[in-house]
């Protein structure tokens, strides 16, 4: 379908890895009109997705469980998936 996963790949940071409270995604990429943020669980169970519109994202994950989940971003530019550990 024509989706180029490298310069999203290169271009997005989610940090830090194990996350306690608060997780933070920056990058050029979320600049797209059309980039969405999707966190799921280990289960594949949406449990959040916001539009973003900043090269700076900052995700609660406070009333998260403990355990391991995953982001994914979607833009113009592609699509990435990273996974995190909430301790």
């Known amino acids: 379908n024509g989706v180029n996963t490298f310069s999203l790949n290169s271009s997005v940071i989610v940090y830090p890895n194990p996350v306690h409270d608060k997780l933070f995604v920056t990058g ?43 982001i994914t971003i979607k833009s113009d530019e592609g699509i990435r998936t990273i996974k995190f550990v909430r301790e």
């Open 28 to 70: 050029y990429s979320l600049l797209g009109n059309k980039t969405k943020i999707i966190v799921t669980d280990v289960l594949g169970k949406e449990i959040f997705s916001a539009l973003v519109t900043s090269t700076n994202y900052q995700l609660s994950t406070i009333n998260y469980a403990c355990g391991v989940y995953f």
